[in-house]
């Protein structure tokens, strides 16, 4: 079965620093999803990626996906203390359809102002 | 605005006890799931329905069941309940691939 995994398993920044977070696939990706979660809340959608070598940027945080690499980076520029929370990756389920997602286990920021 | 809800937010049950998660979406999508989530372990698919009557098992479908009655519905149900369910379960929908999961707010349930 696929399985994606996130490094690091957790990260803290000084509030200005930059930071990546990874995914890494057992398998061929089919589409990579970034999503965010604060402490007892659902998840936020981030990005979408879908295609090797795609890059997508939404305010100051930038994906990209390296298909062949089956990997994929979470970029944030100049991090705020709104940033932190749990990012999760989530890829379409290897030869699955129809939205059937796996996650990785999550990599836990935090942003010291 | 479209948007998926799930209650209760919070539930204390019994061990033993049959326990029934709702999961309430107004998108109109085909495609509903729902997920557990652990430390250690992240999000785990339990079920999940590509339509009305349509059901499928996850990856840790054991102790679960879910039925879909109705396109916005899709409850889960604990047939009987055990300390090792405790958990933050997540249900989602989506209107198909690549589009994106919609996630509802979470449920805790707590078994003791």
């Known amino acids: 079965s696929q399985e994606l995994e996130q490094s690091p398993q957790s990260l803290i920044v000084q509030e200005g620093k930059n930071l990546t977070i990874n995914c890494t696939s057992s398998?061929?990706?089919?589409?990579l999803y970034w999503y965010k979660q604060k402490y007892g809340e659902g998840l936020i959608f981030l990005m979408m990626?879908?295609?090797?070598?795609e890059e997508k940027s939404h305010e100051k945080i930038t994906a990209k996906l390296d298909e062949k690499k089956q990997q994929s980076s979470l970029h944030i520029t100049a991090s705020q203390p709104s940033h932190a929370g749990i990012y999760l990756c989530?890829?379409?389920?290897?030869?699955?359809?129809?939205?059937?997602?796996?996650f990785g286990k999550g990599t836990k920021l935090s942003v010291k102002p | 605005d479209a948007e998926i809800t799930q209650s209760p937010r919070h539930k204390i049950t019994e061990t033993g006890r049959q326990v029934t998660l709702a999961c309430h979406q107004t998108?109109?999508?085909?495609?509903m799931f729902w997920y557990r989530q652990d430390l250690g372990h992240g999000l785990r698919l339990i079920h999940y329905?590509?339509?009305?009557?349509?059901?499928n098992k996850g990856e840790v479908s054991d102790g679960y069941s879910v039925s879909r009655s109705n396109t916005e519905d899709l409850p889960l149900t604990l047939e009987s309940a055990a300390s090792s369910q405790t958990s933050v379960y997540f249900c989602?929908?989506?209107?198909?691939?690549?589009?994106?999961?919609?996630f509802g707010n979470g449920t805790r349930l707590t078994v003791t």
């Open positions: 329905s590509y339509g009305v009557q349509d059901t």
């Open positions: 990626l879908q295609k090797g070598g």
């Open positions: 989530g890829a379409t389920n290897y030869g699955g359809s129809q939205g059937n997602l796996i």
């Open positions: 998108w109109n999508h085909n495609n």
């Open positions: 989602a929908s989506s209107g198909g691939t690549p589009e994106r999961l919609h």
């Open positions: 398998k061929t990706l089919y589409g």
